[in-house]
């Protein structure tokens, strides 16, 4: 019995060598063409962007993408920049707006007109500075058209430069707010700056705008503030009127500017007041 498991088990182990000697001679074949095909491939090369960047930007001037060029020798701007300083004006064209012309004074005395009738928002403000804006452009249509034809015009067909096209078109402003400034705030900041008064159309077209633009917005306002004051007294009587009678009938209670609106708006009506603070308005500055 012992010689027969002997003998399986040498057998066996014989057919195992067998197999594994016959499994090896089989892949060695395989492993040595593989071996053959493949072949260690040489890292690519990625060419260096930053380092041609920078060749590239060795060879040009870099003006971070901003350039000034001159049409002619005179130095005068290209159309480009041209079409820069204009757009930059147009931004500053609502403080222009308020500072230079007749806005300023039109939309304060429209102010009071609506607080004396006590209407809070009617008219709304949309109305009031449509309103306000179409009147300036009224007024100062001379003074638009001026320097239009004086300035804007020959500028744009080259018979002027544009020193010559600033100065001439500040005049007419110049003109305007001179009329318009009263003495008193013209000495007051020509005394805080230290500045000689000017006594003569050309001595005050001489000052700086930095001290002309504020003597006239003062003038402005006080102008305005006055006809204000004459707005408001006919509906403070009103007012008057209606809280005495309240107060002897004993309606305490009783808010009078609930009562006075109306007959305020129908006196208005009546005395054609639109007509009335807008004609006054517009002749101030005739």
């Not at 197999?19 to 001679?25: A, E, I, P």
């Not at 804006?133 to 638009?144: E, G, K, R, S, Y």
Request: include cysteine; charge should be negative.
């Amino acid at each position: 019995m012992k010689q027969v498991k002997k003998k399986v088990l040498l057998l066996s182990l014989m057919l195992g060598f067998l197999f594994l000697s016959v499994t090896l001679s089989l892949a060695s074949p395989i492993f040595s063409s593989a071996d053959a095909h493949t072949k260690p491939t040489e890292p690519t090369k990625v060419p260096n962007q930053s380092a041609s960047r920078d060749v590239a930007d060795s060879k040009h001037d870099i003006n971070n993408g901003l350039s000034i060029s001159y049409n002619n020798d005179n130095g005068e701007l290209s159309g480009t920049v041209r079409i820069l300083i204009v757009l930059t004006v147009l931004s500053l064209a609502p403080s222009i707006l308020i500072m230079l012309t007749s806005f300023t004074r039109i939309i304060v005395v429209l102010h009071f007109l609506r607080q004396a009738l006590g209407t809070q928002t009617a008219p709304p403000n949309q109305v009031l500075i449509g309103l306000a804006l179409f009147l300036t452009i009224f007024i100062m249509a001379p003074v638009f058209n001026q320097i239009n034809e004086k300035a804007i015009k020959p500028f744009d067909k080259g018979e002027i430069s544009q020193e010559e096209a600033i100065e001439i078109g500040t005049a007419p402003i110049r003109h305007f707010m001179y009329g318009e400034t009263q003495e008193k705030d013209l000495a007051l900041l020509c005394d805080i700056s230290k500045v000689d008064v000017p006594t003569t159309e050309e001595q005050y077209n001489k000052v700086s705008m930095t001290l002309v633009v504020p003597a006239f917005i003062l003038s402005e306002l006080r102008t305005a503030f006055i006809m204000g004051f004459c707005i408001y007294v006919p509906f403070i009587v009103i007012d008057m009127v209606v809280s005495s009678i309240l107060m002897s009938m004993g309606m305490m209670m009783l808010p009078p500017t609930t009562i006075s609106m109306p007959f305020k708006i129908l006196l208005f009506i009546l005395v054609d007041g639109w007509d009335l603070v807008i004609g006054a308005i517009v002749k101030t500055f005739m």
